[in-house]
């Protein structure tokens, strides 16, 4: 989108547009060695399902750099792996890389593996370009079917931000915005990183009109009819159609089901793990309390400025699960479909079992 | 409780603890005009639904000091009764209190105002500790049931901070922790206000464990089985059992319905609008973007400084309502009963119609 890839090769050297930093400073940041993206990851430097996969790829590529033995292949997929445990797209893009390069000699291994990231990058930006355009048949519909501005509600940040290019969950309002459908977007703050703000900062680039709201807000929004489609990205989506997305979708979900409000969710492939059924088999990551404790804002001066919450004990849950009951259906770059394993056999028979 | 009163008279003078101050600073603000206490209620320094109550026939009290004419006595129930619309109980309290005053003498006002708002407060302060009483045996009969610490799950604040004294929603943890039950809090921040952290503050000064949370956090508790109870207040309390609390308490609701987790309203007499059946009648209040937007901590130094969000355009709606079907059971001062107007009627005959 306007603001550019969200990660960046130059000449070899491999260049992030560093999140925590947004949206009050737009920096990019040269990353050089495996250790310097775990840590971009685990810090959500960079963040977003798509993104982070992409990110593990070039980590892997930049450890073999100076070492393609066998044992820095696998200590760098380990380090990089461990980084972020919920989304399935990070673990997956590093072990088939792994898989591929295990079979190539150690001296083509950096350059197969820079290459391989590039590809997995640019095909990531494809199928956002496609969800984007499955999706936003859903936001023309309503559109039609109202005759004015369409309102969605949106958590956390699901956009370009959160993956290579053009997003997943706003990848349709993109879409629909370029063909001039009116549409409005509720954005939930997303507590305690406040992903929102990302989600505005977007927002905001691509002149898409919006709202930042409190994540309390939208079962009231919801019950008054100002909501006429939520649309949420997903870490990790089950076989059988479960997903687990940011902490609070699960909440979002329900007040959307209770008021016939249509819950879609942005799955690319690349976020489906096809070895489990049950949204309670994912792996929620606890983070720390610093992330609900300390929060960053501009003081009088426009000077980004950190102030501490009072509270002595926080917990940090990052994801939770909607059961698939809860999801009117899947935004996959192959179409829509329900959320279920009849669902996603139908678009994806090779993975039918 | 330890923090004393939330609104105390001393030889005339009222005084009340500048919530807008906590949990940075203890202090109280010494209150001399009608116009006063209706900017207190109006930015918070006081708020509650049974707080603002009490507030609000001291600032009618306080006008008829220098003017007790049947014009004065209009103007200033007019003034404090719009300072803030869904808790019933402020224009309950005014009503109240004014139709009482136009049977008495403009010589004799002040003195009868003045000791109706110190019997209010005193009433509300009893009746909270009933429902302390009554509200303790669902946390009791947990125990025994698990053997083990009781995870209740508490929005906003309905604490001594809230009411004169004890609290409504957290009056039966106070009572039960004070027995020795072993009980664990989890206190969902509740942005956009943050009055999570005057729940921390309160919890903190009677010893009773708690861990703060973000309001996207109590669905995936509860989906784990750590949430072994719910217990909220509320603004407004329809005749069919209705409520109305801070925004987000229907999130919570719906959850806590989704996962067999019960869902208990600590409800006084005085919160109830018997005129009304429905939810969608209770007029819905809108507050400020700056209140998303302004942040209050503390800075690296220790000191109190607010920092600000960076998104152009915000929406704040205060309160949203949850439909009885989704509230386990009332608690009020004469004890628990189910959310309906049966349940109400059983309670309180009186307003059987």
């Not at 039609?144 to 956390?156: I, K, M, S, Y």
């Not at 492939?269 to 929620?284: L, Q, T, V």
């Amino acid at each position: 989108m306007n603001g550019g890839r969200t990660i960046q090769t130059k000449g070899g050297v491999v260049e992030i547009l560093d999140q925590t930093l947004l949206p009050f400073e737009t920096t990019f940041r040269r990353i050089e060695t495996a250790e310097q993206m775990a840590e971009a990851i685990r810090v959500m430097r960079v963040r977003g399902a798509p993104l982070i996969g992409v990110a593990g790829a070039f980590g892997v590529a930049l450890a073999l750099k100076s070492d393609a033995s066998d044992a820095n292949l696998a200590r760098a997929c380990e380090l990089l792996g461990a980084t972020r445990p919920t989304a399935v797209n990070l673990r997956r893009r590093i072990d088939e890389l792994r898989r591929e390069l295990t079979t190539v000699r150690p001296a083509e291994r950096f350059t197969r593996a820079y290459a391989r990231a590039q590809a997995i990058s640019d095909e990531e930006a494809t199928l956002s370009r496609r969800i984007g355009e499955h999706g936003a048949e859903l936001i023309r519909a309503a559109h039609r079917r109202t005759g004015r501005a369409v309102n969605v509600l949106t958590h956390c940040n699901a956009g370009w931000l959160a993956t290579v290019d053009w997003g997943t969950a706003l990848a349709p309002i993109y879409v629909a915005h370029g063909e001039g459908v009116p549409v409005h977007v509720w954005v939930d703050e997303t507590r305690p990183r406040n992903q929102g703000y990302l989600t505005a900062y977007e927002l905001s680039q691509e002149r898409v009109p919006h709202t930042v709201i409190a994540d309390n807000t939208g079962g009231h929004l919801m019950q008054h009819g100002r909501v006429d489609l939520c649309i949420v990205g997903t870490d990790r989506t089950t076989a059988a159609g479960d997903v687990c997305n940011k902490v609070g979708t699960y909440l979002k979900a329900l007040a959307a089901h209770d008021n016939g409000v249509p819950f879609y969710v942005a799955a690319p492939e690349s976020s489906i793990d096809w070895s489990i059924s049950h949204g309670r088999e994912i792996p929620i990551e606890e983070r720390g309390a610093e992330e609900l404790e300390r929060i960053r804002g501009l003081d009088a001066s426009g000077q980004v400025l950190e102030v501490r919450l009072p509270a002595s004990a926080f917990a940090n849950f990052a994801f939770d699960v909607t059961p698939a009951r809860l999801v009117t259906g899947l935004i996959t770059e192959r179409g829509l479909c329900p959320a279920s394993r009849e669902g996603l056999r139908s678009l994806f028979p090779e993975h039918a079992r």
